[in-house]
């Protein structure tokens, strides 16, 4: 039997309390991430994390450390380029993994509308479908979700909340006009 052992770990940002949960089996092989949680209003993130993965315990291991100062630096404000390599992607179904991957792509100070995702999959009638993909999306900040918005524009939905999302695309350079919507220039041609 292949038992797995989950950790997490916390980490402070100027968001909130952000989780990492990865899995390590007995055999010792490197470990991976498996959900990435946003701070939630009026829930803990310890109460969070138990919910999904009862019994983690807080810990530390030298390849998530590296990961999570990446994610410390990507939410101060720095240009970071993350790495799908310590994600474990084994519990998302084929449709999203493409999403995901596709969404990987999207470059920092970029938007593309849920429809150019679909379109860039070579699903063009898949919006709805993307965007449920992406609300699923267990590895966010490091798979941006944030960068896919409405077609008109506007933010659309995250995780982490509206004020988040748009605070992390200003961060990124992305401008908005007086309404609220992605200024055009910012779009993932």
């Known amino acids: 039997m292949n038992e797995k052992t ?3 770990q916390l980490l402070s940002s100027v968001f909130g309390t952000v989780g990492v949960v990865w899995k390590q089996d007995q ?7 498996v959900r990435i949680f946003l701070p939630r209003e009026g829930l803990k993130m310890e109460e969070q994390m138990d919910e999904c993965y009862p019994g983690a315990s807080s810990g530390s291991h030298p390849l998530i450390d590296s990961v999570i100062d990446q994610l410390g630096r990507y939410l101060s404000g720095e240009a970071v380029e993350f790495s799908l390599g310590r994600l474990d992607l084994s519990h998302c179904g084929a449709f999203q993994q493409k999403v995901l991957r596709k969404d990987f792509q999207i470059p920092r100070g970029k938007v593309i509308p849920y429809s150019g995702l679909a379109c860039r999959l070579s699903a063009p009638r898949a919006a709805r479908a993307v965007g449920t993909a992406l609300a699923r999306n267990p590895f966010p900040l490091i798979i941006p979700c944030h960068r896919v918005v409405r077609s008109d524009g506007m933010l659309g939905g995250f995780g982490g909340g509206l004020k988040m999302k748009k605070a992390l695309l200003e961060m990124e350079g992305v401008a908005f006009d007086r309404s609220g919507r992605v200024q ?3 779009l993932w041609p």
């Open 6 to 8: 989950f950790s997490y």
């Open 27 to 33: 055999t010792g092989t490197s470990p991976m991430i």
């Open 184 to 186: 055009k220039a910012h």
